[in-house]
């Protein structure tokens, strides 16, 4: 089986600080992680992705993640956070022989003005 | 571009009634995905397609939940005899490949609401 923790469920910060959103997972074989971002109403858009190679990843909109296999982390971060950042924030492991890509339960991002 | 279509974009549906909810994949993408999403929760897995083949439909969570992608392009979730637990909103994905690192594409969902 694998899964994915997401220990905050909002994060608050303020504009123009460095953000992090946090995400362990667990997974048998390589991990292949993603982070996706979901605005109300709206389905899940991709921001990174996780394969191989260098630990720091980057995306879209300024984003990136960091990828840790011994701590079995991948934390999103930025290093200056926009109001228009807020949103809702989804980690996501697929892994194994499993097809399926298993989702955290997600953390709200609040950048305050 | 055309990106991943879902319809309807809400469905009220009374307590036993069956519903069908579609989903048009971006053209030429082999694998679709179903997801249940509940409030203030994250997606949950329902099943997957690479084309036309169901591969994995252990996330259904009864058999009151059927999905079909016959012709290898539109998805057609069912919900019979619907229930008030079966209220949430439905998501589609798609990949243009069927490879572990390609990223899913996601519909705006429909919302079910089971009165």
């Known amino acids: 089986a694998q899964s994915v923790a997401q220990p905050e469920d909002q994060v608050n910060v303020a504009e123009g600080n460095p953000l992090t959103v946090k995400c362990t997972y667990s997974?048998?074989?390589?991990?292949?992680l993603f982070w996706y971002v979901q605005y109300p109403n709206r389905g899940l858009q991709f921001l990174l992705k996780?394969?191989?190679?260098?630990?720091l990843v980057k995306g879209s909109y300024g984003f990136e993640a960091e990828f840790n296999k011994s701590q079995t982390s991948f934390h999103l971060k930025k290093p200056s956070a926009l109001v228009s950042d807020s949103a809702l924030y989804f980690c996501?492991?697929?892994?194994?022989?499993?097809?399926?890509?298993?989702f955290g339960t997600g953390t709200k991002l609040q950048v305050i003005p | 571009g055309a990106g991943v279509s879902q319809s309807p974009r809400y469905k009220v549906a009374k307590r036993g009634q069956d519903v069908a909810l579609r989903c048009d994949p971006i053209?030429?993408?082999?694998?679709l995905f179903w997801y249940q999403q509940a409030l203030g929760q994250g997606p949950e897995f329902l099943t997957y397609?690479?084309?036309?083949?169901?591969?994995?439909k252990s996330g259904l969570p009864s058999d009151r939940f059927f999905a079909e992608r016959p012709e290898g392009s539109v998805s057609t979730l069912k919900i019979q005899r619907t229930q008030q637990e079966d209220s949430a909103v439905y998501l589609c994905?798609?990949?243009?490949?069927?490879?572990?690192?390609?990223?899913?594409?996601f519909g705006n969902g429909t919302r079910l609401t089971v009165t």
């Open positions: 996780y394969i191989t190679g260098d630990n």
């Open positions: 997974v048998s074989g390589n991990p292949y």
């Open positions: 053209s030429g993408h082999v694998s």
């Open positions: 397609f690479q084309n036309e083949a169901q591969l994995d």
């Open positions: 996501a492991v697929r892994g194994g022989g499993y097809q399926k890509v298993t």
């Open positions: 994905a798609s990949s243009l490949i069927g490879t572990k690192d390609s990223p899913l594409h």
